[in-house]
């Protein structure tokens, strides 16, 4: 797929090498994010219960879509985050959303006084957060992803940004949302802002994903400096019950 990019800057790659942000699932998931892949032939995905994505290689053939198939069994809905090929005969697309991409190109990344360090014993609030401002997939186990951080107001957590997939020299920042009796303060900015600051601190590059359609925070993401690098897809489809060639979905091992 084709850099939304100069050559020269952050998230650039010669002509006709991918990079490592153009398959980010597959990149974190045999990289830094090694520890917690579970895979069937060349396909990856995370546990069910720290993030729905699932990687592909570049070009999965028929032998991938049924170790796909293996992996979450007949009839389960899987996340295939940037796929951007044909769906196999009898799977069925559960859900598309066309994203984009974008990566630090000048932001003024540092720490912030009021934002603490979230963990275990936060996600029930951070689950609960989540729900009430839909920010995309956020699960039991996200938090082990990396850093998250909050910001409290007596004693309630208001608002969170936090790091998820960890492709080699990039960190994405995720899961940001502020609860709405809160918006307006500016705290997803400083949240953000934040969190690439500790990203930067480790000599990484912050990027992140957002809908095309969600004008509000592209428009938030330019002015803190964020540059779009390509435009992407967000997708899902269910494994069927038998694959194309009529085998069971679930091979037998």
């Known amino acids: 797929m084709s850099v939304v990019s100069s050559p020269g800057g952050p998230g650039r790659t010669a002509a006709g090498i991918p990079h490592v942000l153009d398959n980010p699932a597959l990149a974190s998931l045999t990289g830094p994010h090694a520890r917690f892949a579970e895979r069937r032939g060349r396909v990856l995905r995370y546990p069910v219960d720290v993030s729905p994505w699932l990687a592909l290689p570049e070009e999965p053939d028929a032998r991938d879509w049924a170790d796909v198939a293996a992996l979450a069994g007949p009839g389960a809905e899987v996340a295939l985050p940037g796929f951007g090929g044909e769906i196999p005969e009898g799977w069925e697309i559960t859900f598309r959303v066309d994203g984009v991409q974008f990566v630090d190109d000048g932001l003024a990344a540092a720490p912030d006084a009021e934002a603490v360090r979230l963990g275990p014993a936060d996600v029930p609030e951070m689950l609960d957060l989540v729900a009430r401002t839909q920010p995309g997939p956020f699960l039991p186990r996200t938090v082990e992803l990396g850093t998250y951080l909050g910001i409290r107001r007596e004693g309630a957590l208001i608002a969170m940004a936090g790091e998820r997939l960890h492709p080699p020299g990039w960190t994405e920042i995720s899961a940001v949302c502020t609860d709405p009796a809160f918006r307006g303060e ?68």
């Open 186 to 253: 500016g705290l997803a900015t400083r949240l953000v802002l934040a969190v690439a600051h500790g990203i930067r601190e480790r000599g990484e590059t912050p990027f992140l994903h957002t809908s095309a359609e969600n004008a509000t925070a592209i428009r938030l993401y330019e002015s803190l400096g964020f540059r779009l690098r390509r435009r992407t897809a967000f997708l899902a489809a269910r494994v069927p019950q038998r694959l194309a060639d009529g085998r069971a979905a679930v091979p037998v091992p």
